[in-house]
């Protein structure tokens, strides 16, 4: 596992970056088409793949960042990591994904995972008001996990009729065998997180040393963003195969586990405080905003009983909300407009 705090040269962190980024492309299509053909095989809700094996399994490198993180008493590193994520996958992730393909989104995502996220973003806010996270909160956030995790997968296997139409129930992936399915999956998904660590490794570095920037902006720009690559390359490569509950299922569950396990486990590891007010003023309400912007661009107002659809105008108003978001945070976390 890579140290944050652990030097390395900017040539080794240029080959990290160039190499983790073509493992990053190779391992997303392996996954991809290994968790396509189990949700086949199995009979089990592409969403739920998409939430429980994609969204968590990618999530892997937010995890390790926020504990190792909080264990080092770097508090707003962990919780910027695991916030900046939540942004990151609806702002831009969502946003590319849309523009490849548009996504066909299914009524229980915009009556129950919103409302469910939207929850989730008020009780984060509620536990970090004060500037203290204690292990108490992190055990909460860990219960609430327990909890919403299972009811959720529940609904949306009772929800089956409630197909977002032929294309995403009849992806194009080819043909896979379930033995080799559990190898694409298995070799992906570790190639995947372990190509991410060497990415984040490199950048964060080259942040710390070369740009000199906070951990608060590390934690939100660089190591946000590139703990959430296996997430965007398994987006991107779901998206072109039109697995569109891939890539819902996959931002749903990875914002869900950023922000109660992610969060919990490093609470409950390390209960850290003193971080930036900026977290509860600015980034969860952001969170809040793109949230609600899903429920805006995928449900369906013409026809609200069916399935909605998110086209390439949504995304690329995400992209323009994340590039203002960067924009307002780069200000504030340089003081121009003051602490």
Same mark, same amino acid.
């Given at each position: +596992?890579?140290?944050?705090?652990?030097?390395?040269? !900017?040539?080794?962190?240029?080959?990290?970056?160039?190499?983790?980024?073509?493992?990053? =492309?190779?391992?997303?299509?392996?996954?991809?088409?290994?968790?396509?053909?189990?949700?086949?095989? #199995?009979?089990?809700?592409?969403?739920?793949?998409? +939430?429980?094996?994609?969204?968590?399994?990618?999530?892997?490198?937010?995890?390790?960042? =926020?504990?190792? @993180?909080?264990?080092?008493?770097? $508090?707003?590193?962990?919780?910027?990591?695991?916030?900046?994520?939540?942004?990151?996958?609806? /702002?831009?992730?969502?946003?590319?994904?849309?523009?490849?393909?548009?996504?066909?989104?299914?009524? $229980?995502?915009?009556?129950? /995972?919103?409302?469910?996220?939207?929850?989730?973003?008020?009780?984060?806010? #509620?536990?970090?008001?004060?500037?203290? #996270?204690?292990?108490?909160?992190?055990?909460? *956030?860990?219960?609430?996990?327990?909890?919403? +995790?299972?009811?959720?997968?529940?609904?949306?296997?009772?929800?089956?009729?409630?197909?977002?139409?032929?294309?995403?129930?009849?992806? $194009?992936?080819?043909?896979?065998?379930?033995?080799?399915?559990?190898?694409? !999956?298995?070799?992906?998904?570790?190639?995947?997180?372990? @190509? $991410?660590?060497?990415?984040?490794?490199?950048?964060?570095?080259?942040?710390?040393?070369?740009?000199?920037?906070?951990?608060?902006?590390?934690?939100?720009?660089?190591?946000? +963003?590139?703990?959430? *690559?296996?997430?965007?390359?398994?987006?991107?490569?779901?998206?072109?195969?039109?697995?569109?509950?891939?890539?819902?299922?996959?931002?749903?569950? =990875?914002? *869900?586990?950023?922000?109660?396990?992610?969060?919990?486990?490093?609470? @409950?590891? =390390?209960?850290?405080?003193?971080?930036?007010?900026?977290?509860?003023?600015?980034?969860?309400?952001?969170?809040?905003?793109?949230?609600?912007?899903?429920?805006?661009?995928?449900?369906?107002?013409?026809?609200? @009983?069916?399935?909605?659809?998110?086209?390439?105008?949504?995304?690329?108003?995400?992209? !323009?909300?994340?590039?203002?978001? !960067?924009?307002?945070?780069?200000?504030?976390?340089?003081?121009?407009?003051?602490?």
């Amino acid at each position: +596992m890579f140290d944050l705090n652990q030097n390395i040269p !900017l040539l080794l962190s240029l080959v990290f970056i160039v190499g983790g980024l073509l493992a990053l =492309s190779w391992s997303a299509d392996r996954f991809v088409d290994g968790a396509g053909a189990l949700a086949r095989a #199995f009979g089990v809700s592409p969403l739920i793949v998409g +939430m429980v094996i994609i969204g968590f399994g990618t999530s892997a490198p937010e995890l390790v960042v =926020s504990v190792l @993180s909080a264990i080092g008493n770097h $508090s707003n590193l962990s919780l910027g990591n695991a916030y900046g994520s939540c942004i990151f996958n609806i /702002a831009a992730i969502l946003g590319v994904a849309a523009l490849i393909r548009p996504l066909a989104v299914k009524r $229980s995502v915009t009556l129950l /995972a919103v409302p469910l996220l939207l929850g989730v973003t008020a009780v984060s806010c #509620f536990l970090v008001w004060d500037g203290q #996270f204690e292990r108490s909160n992190g055990l909460l *956030l860990l219960g609430l996990f327990a909890v919403a +995790m299972p009811f959720y997968c529940w609904f949306d296997q009772r929800a089956k009729d409630d197909a977002p139409g032929k294309a995403a129930a009849e992806p $194009s992936a080819p043909g896979i065998a379930p033995c080799r399915a559990w190898v694409y !999956l298995a070799v992906g998904l570790v190639v995947l997180v372990g @190509s $991410s660590h060497v990415l984040v490794w490199g950048c964060v570095d080259f942040a710390r040393d070369v740009l000199h920037v906070s951990d608060l902006m590390i934690g939100l720009t660089v190591v946000a +963003m590139g703990t959430s *690559l296996p997430e965007l390359a398994s987006a991107v490569a779901s998206a072109r195969k039109g697995e569109h509950e891939f890539v819902i299922g996959n931002i749903v569950g =990875s914002n *869900l586990f950023n922000c109660l396990a992610v969060v919990g486990v490093a609470g @409950s590891i =390390s209960p850290f405080g003193g971080f930036s007010g900026f977290i509860v003023t600015r980034d969860l309400p952001v969170i809040a905003l793109l949230t609600v912007s899903v429920f805006a661009f995928g449900f369906n107002w013409r026809r609200p @009983s069916e399935p909605g659809r998110i086209g390439r105008v949504s995304g690329v108003l995400w992209i !323009l909300a994340f590039a203002a978001y !960067l924009g307002v945070m780069i200000v504030q976390e340089t003081g121009c407009l003051g602490k």
